[in-house]
């Protein structure tokens, strides 16, 4: 069992299952909604338990895909493609420990120009 929470604690979640190895996004939409890259797992939504849901507001940044994040302290938690048996949950927003790494980069194409990937990890353009 993994649990976690927003910063200031309205949303709370459960993960029933191990963590899969999260993936960093560089793209421009994940950067400006995270303030850097974003570093999420993917999770089968009936793994996921979510607690305080009616805190959790949801901002469609794309035709297919929204945004979960606490609409009290504004927080980042889900990245919600439609059509998926999965969500992404953040892994910041887990509390430690989490027992898993970075598996790769993605949208690397489209980083930031104030920093550089310097961990030797996979790299996907996009």
Known sequence: MHTGS??????????????????????????????????????VRTDLTVHGADHLTWFQSSPKVRRGFCSTCGAALFWDAAGRDRIAVAMGAFDAPTQTSIAMHIFVADKGDYYEITDGLPQKAQ
């Open 6 to 43: 927003c910063l200031c604690g309205a949303v709370r979640f459960e993960v029933s299952a191990p963590l899969h190895r999260p993936d960093a996004c560089h793209c421009s939409l994940c950067r400006k909604q995270s303030g850097h890259y974003w570093v999420s797992t993917d999770v």
